[in-house]
């Protein structure tokens, strides 16, 4: 009985956990804090992020499929934001 279960564990996709740290400039914090709350309701909408805040921080949370992550990871920082989505320095 346990090695069907096992089995069952095997075939099922690994997840990933991402945290990324920000610490943007106090004077605007509350514009990034904005922006990347919209960015993040347009890419991650099937709900497996979570975005936290400090007085001085924001981190984001990412919880993705192991492929999904490496697809993420070959796109770099530049497969962020989508055109519609303008994240500009303060």
Do not use: Y
């Amino acid at each position: 009985m346990l090695g069907g279960i096992a089995n069952k564990r095997e075939m099922k996709m690994p997840r990933k956990i991402s945290v990324v740290r920000f610490k943007p400039k106090p004077e605007c914090f509350d514009e990034f804090l904005q922006n990347i709350q919209d960015w993040h309701a347009q890419v991650f909408a099937d709900g497996d992020h979570r975005l936290m805040r400090t007085d001085e921080e924001v981190v984001a949370i990412v919880v993705r499929e192991s492929e999904q992550l490496q697809e993420n990871m070959k796109r770099g920082v530049r497969g962020g934001p989508s055109s519609s989505t303008t994240l500009r320095p303060c």
